[in-house]
């Protein structure tokens, strides 16, 4: 759906491990250049590892889809034919980066996508107020058990570890009330991770930004993870449909039995596309 039909610029806005962005050019034509965009120094040079092959045609770039718009103009992209935008954290973010993204292992309270800027999980986390917190871990967790954790965490600060942020929750929820199909921890982490990193905000600001820098016939294409995000996209999109653009399907796209076995972690995919009307 995204594969660019012409010559030109695609943009991945999450280039990651470079996988999507791999595929992108693999089908594309020779004349297909590709920016790419990610926070994480690592996740950046690994893809640059991974898309060495492609030479020139690949652009990289050390910044947020939040500034799509200006990174594309720093680079020389007024428009594109495809972008890309690929919500959440990567596999190997949450088992090899450290940085406090899983409770499967004991690791600082980090959870920056971009670790060279802005505050970590801990300082959030040993700062907010209660009733901020029970905002964070309800909207962008749906934690029904919201008030008990937040009330659980600001009585026992400093938190400074997943360890610690773990056994808060799990001393907050009864034990007859743990969810049968997820860790007791999973909304909280969730929701931190996405509050440290404003990505419901970087998500808001990028979307109109993508949606301009479209050429005719061009496609916006986003898979989400959170109901949340997905809401946001569903919602911009229609938006914007009452313009130049045009929602490629009315329902999102969702993966295949056999994808979700090959990959657990997609189950909850949803993808949009949204294209400019020629």
Same mark, same amino acid.
């Given at each position: 759906m995204l594969r660019p039909r012409r010559e030109g610029w695609v943009i991945d806005g999450t280039v990651g491990m470079g996988g999507h962005a791999e595929a992108l050019l693999g089908a594309a034509p020779a004349g297909v250049r590709l920016l790419g965009l990610d926070v994480d120094p690592e996740a950046l040079a690994r893809s640059r590892a991974r898309l060495g092959g492609f030479g020139d045609r690949v652009t990289l770039a050390h910044a947020s889809f939040r500034d799509v718009a200006a990174t594309a103009t720093a680079h020389g992209v007024t428009q594109a034919e495809s972008i890309l935008l690929d919500l959440g954290v990567s596999s190997q973010q949450l088992e090899e980066s450290a940085r406090g993204f899983s409770f499967q292992a004991d690791e600082p309270l980090d959870m920056r996508l971009d670790p060279t800027a802005g505050p970590t999980a801990a300082a959030l986390l040993n700062r907010l107020p209660e009733p901020e917190l029970t905002r964070v871990l309800t909207e962008y967790g749906d934690e029904p058990h919201a008030r008990r954790i937040?009330?659980? *965490? @600001?009585? /026992? /600060? !400093?938190?400074?570890?997943?360890?610690?942020? &773990?056994?808060? &929750?799990? #001393?907050? $929820?009864?034990?007859?009330?743990?969810?049968?199909?997820? %860790? $007791?921890?999973? /909304?909280?982490?969730?929701?931190? /991770?996405?509050? @440290?990193?404003?990505?419901?905000?970087?998500?808001?600001?990028?979307? !109109?930004?993508?949606?301009?820098?479209?050429? !005719?016939?061009?496609?916006?294409? &986003? *898979?989400?993870? %959170? #109901?949340?995000?997905?809401r946001i996209v569903k919602r911009t999109f229609r938006e914007l449909s009452r313009a130049e653009y045009a929602e490629i399907e009315p329902s999102p796209r969702v993966p295949t039995d056999d994808e979700v076995r090959a990959n657990p972690r997609a189950r909850s995919a949803k993808l949009r596309v949204l294209e400019r009307i020629q």
């Open positions: 937040a009330r659980a *965490i @600001v009585r /026992r /600060r !400093p938190l400074r570890t997943t360890t610690d942020l &773990v056994a808060t &929750v799990r #001393s907050a $929820v009864p034990r007859g009330a743990w969810p049968k199909r997820l %860790h $007791v921890a999973t /909304r909280t982490f969730l929701a931190i /991770r996405m509050a @440290v990193n404003d990505e419901p905000g970087a998500l808001r600001e990028a979307l !109109p930004q993508a949606a301009g820098l479209l050429a !005719p016939g061009g496609r916006l294409g &986003v *898979i989400a993870f %959170h #109901s949340g995000e997905d």
